[in-house]
């Protein structure tokens, strides 16, 4: 009987533990698209820096520049779970997962158009 009780007890720790890790991913999700918001085209990096914190991730590519945040923890597309933030010269030039696709593509063509020629 005691051994039971013991092993409920760690049952519902590790569960209590799980949804706590949870919800704290979730909010900082909830966190960082709230802070979207206040991004404007032209924000030098510094300021994004101060409104959105630590990006997840960072990308460079010569003067462009992504700044990647988890927005969506719980999404299983990386499309939908991460925004990208780009730069150029150290300013805003626009966000989004479209923007970031369409960006890399010209990059890539580009890329090959130089190589060919």
Known sequence: MKKRIISLICS????????ACGVAAKNRSDDVRAKLNELEIGMTKEQVLRVMGKPYKRELYGKSEYFIYETDHWATVDQDKYTPIYLENGKVRGWGSSYYDNSIKQKIDADIKIKTN
């Open 12 to 19: 519902f720790v590790v569960l209590l533990t799980l949804t």
